[in-house]
C-alpha cells in the first residue's frame, strides 16, 4: 500500500503498542517496548494528551526516527485545510519530531463501510489505514474485506475487550491448551485474522507477553471456534457514532 506515501503502511499481522487517554501513560513501558521488544510502532492521538510525553520516550529509547513509524490522530476542531496543517504542525512540535505521516500516510479511525464509500466519492486520496475495535466479540469481517478490497489496512484496537476476554471461560481453556496466556491468544487470533494488532499496557511484563506470539499458530478448528464468538460488542467508541470519527496521521 503506498498512495501518497514514501514509507511502507503497518504490516498486516503485526503488532504495535497503543497509548490511550484511558488507563494512565507509562514512560518506562514505551521505552521498554521500543528497546526490549522491538516494536517500532507507536500510536497515539492529540486526545489523549501524551504526545509531549512520547518525545521524551522516544528520545530515551535511542531509536531512530527514521525506524519509527507514528500514528496520531486529529479531533473534529482540526478538521480544514488550514486547520489540519496546523494541528499537523502542533503534534510535531510536541513529539519531538519533523514529520508524522505529515503527511506521507493518511488513515481513518471508527469507519464503516458506508462512511469510506463517502469518503472515496469526495476526496482524491484514499486513506491507507482504517482503525476499528476488533476483538473475538466484535469482529467486522464485512469492514475487514471492504478494507483489503480498497487496499485499506486495517488496524484493530482493544484485543482484549477491555479485559473481558481474559475472564472468558473459552479463551481461558485455549490458552491451557497452548500453554500460553488469554492475552496471547486474543492477540495470536487477531494476528493470523491479517489485523494490525494494538495491544496497551503500562507494565513491562505484560509488553513482553503481547510480544511473544510469533513462535505459535492457532490450529483452524480454534480461529473457526473463536471466529464465532463474534456478539458485536463494542467496549469503546463505537463506529456508529459518527461524532468518535478520527483521522489518523
Request: net charge neutral; glycine share 6%; hydrophobic share 30%.
Amino acid at each position: 500500500n503506498s498512495l501518497y506515501t514514501y514509507s511502507p503502511t503497518p504490516v498486516q499481522g503485526s503488532i504495535l503498542p497503543g497509548t490511550s487517554h484511558q488507563g494512565g501513560y507509562s514512560h518506562d513501558a514505551v521505552v521498554y517496548a521500543l528497546q526490549k521488544c522491538g516494536i517500532h510502532h507507536i500510536d497515539t492521538a492529540k486526545r489523549y494528551g501524551c504526545e509531549s510525553l512520547l518525545q521524551k520516550a522516544i528520545k530515551d529509547s535511542g531509536v531512530k526516527r527514521e525506524d519509527l513509524w507514528i500514528t496520531t490522530k486529529l479531533w473534529h476542531s482540526d478538521y480544514g485545510y488550514e486547520n489540519t496543517k496546523k494541528a499537523c504542525l502542533e503534534s510535531c512540535r510536541r513529539l519531538g519530531v519533523e514529520y508524522l505521516g505529515l503527511c506521507r500516510s493518511i488513515g481513518v479511525s471508527n469507519f464503516l463501510i458506508s462512511h469510506l464509500e463517502q469518503l472515496e466519492e469526495d476526496c482524491v486520496v484514499i486513506p491507507h489505514v482504517n482503525q476499528v475495535e476488533y476483538h473475538p466479540f466484535q469482529r467486522p469481517q464485512e469492514l475487514v474485506d471492504y478494507c483489503r478490497s480498497k487496499n485499506i489496512v486495517f488496524e484493530g484496537y482493544c484485543p482484549l475487550a477491555k479485559g473481558e476476554a481474559l475472564t472468558h471461560p473459552t479463551i481461558i481453556q485455549l490458552a491451557k491448551k497452548y500453554g500460553r496466556t488469554p492475552a496471547q491468544i486474543c492477540i495470536r487470533w487477531s494476528i493470523q485474522n491479517g489485523v494490525v494488532t494494538i495491544p496497551k499496557s503500562t507494565r513491562a511484563e505484560r509488553i513482553q507477553e503481547n510480544c511473544k506470539v510469533f513462535d505459535f499458530n492457532l490450529r483452524e478448528e480454534d480461529m473457526e471456534f473463536l471466529n464465532a464468538m463474534n456478539v458485536n460488542r463494542k467496549g469503546f467508541l463505537s463506529p456508529l457514532k459518527r461524532d468518535n470519527d478520527q483521522t489518523l496521521l
